[in-house]
């Protein structure tokens, strides 16, 4: 990829940043303003961002260094350029959330650009989102979330990753990517204090879904 194709590619992204930022915002409010999810209080709290024009250049060189895209396979390929995360506290407030989304589909309102797919490295958590009828990817990295890929309509270059996680993977995501983005750490010690801090998240979710069980 050429210097002046990188510029041209970063200029139609900032030409359709305003529709992305009203997508991605609008998908945040409806979160937030979601009647059943409000009853049940099953979401905690909900973030949106848009992608960093200065991170857009360096994963383009990163990932598309050698490859010419077109303006087509740019919004095709990069289906992360908005983001909205949705946060919960324990394990079953993810059916309500799931339901939601899916339900959102189903009218149309959205169109998934693909599969929905959930992020684990426990068995327990894989069997879990399996369940919930989910293509699962187990990961050594010990990323947990889930992912969907929503547009307005099929034929829309807009497209917004919704990620949904508990809080404490939050914790474990965010200092992950402190760590390992954009380039991924070369300290031993770093890694390995990043896999037992994935125990703990994965132990306290596990004490906080067995507290709401226990209330309920």
């Known amino acids: 990829m050429t210097p002046e194709r990188l510029r041209e590619l970063i200029e ?5 940043r ?3 930022d009203v997508f991605a915002s609008g998908i945040r409010q409806w979160f937030l303003g979601h009647e059943v999810l409000l009853r049940k209080n099953s979401v905690h709290s909900v973030k949106y961002r848009l ?3 200065d991170h857009l250049e360096g994963k383009l ?4 260094g050698e490859v010419d895209l077109s303006n087509q ?3 095709a390929r990069l289906t992360d350029l908005a983001g909205v995360r949705v946060l919960h506290l324990h394990q079953a407030q993810f059916v309500d959330i799931h339901e939601a989304i899916r339900a959102k589909i189903d009218q149309n309102d959205w169109v998934l650009a693909e599969p929905a797919k959930a992020f684990t490295w426990d068995p327990e958590s894989r069997d879990f989102f399996v369940e919930q ?3 699962v990817e187990l990961r050594d990295t010990h990323y947990t979330s889930v992912h969907y890929l929503v547009r307005p309509r099929a034929d829309s ?3 917004c990753e919704i990620q949904v996680r508990t809080l404490f993977e939050e914790i474990w995501g965010e200092v992950d990517h402190q760590i390992n983005y954009p380039v991924p750490t070369q300290n031993i010690a770093s890694r390995e204090q990043l896999r037992v801090l994935s125990k703990l998240v994965g132990a306290g979710s596990r004490l906080l879904d067995s507290i709401f069980r226990t209330r309920e």
């Open 51 to 53: 992608k960093d024009v």
């Open 61 to 64: 060189q990163r990932k598309f």
């Open 18 to 20: 305003n529709d992305f």
């Open 12 to 16: 139609i992204f900032k030409s359709k």
């Open 73 to 75: 396979d740019f919004f």
């Open 157 to 159: 270059p807009l497209c």
């Open 133 to 135: 009828g989910l293509e």
